[in-house]
């Protein structure tokens, strides 16, 4: 049994096919651009953690330098009367 589809049947349901195919380009350039600004933002988000990393390095490294050779730091000195 065949059934076969009237022109008008078979241009509807390439105009439907064409209307699913254009939204789905649609949503396909919507979610690359979200995709390039998450990977732009996630390079800028590196990019401060480094420098954070860095900073707080080189803090660390300057405590250490000031603090006296002993290892012991003023504030930790217990007072005479304890």
Do not use: F
Request: no cysteine; charged share 30%.
């Amino acid at each position: 049994m065949t059934h076969e589809l009237s022109p008008a049947d078979l241009a509807q349901r390439l105009e439907s096919l064409e209307s699913r195919l254009a939204h789905q380009e649609h949503w396909l350039d919507t979610l690359d651009q979200a995709v390039v600004q998450q990977e732009r933002r996630l390079e800028k988000l590196e990019q401060l953690s480094g420098l954070m990393r860095e900073r707080l390095r080189e803090q660390h490294q300057a405590l250490q330098a000031s603090e006296p050779q002993g290892g012991q730091r003023p504030e930790d000195d217990v007072p005479p009367h304890y």
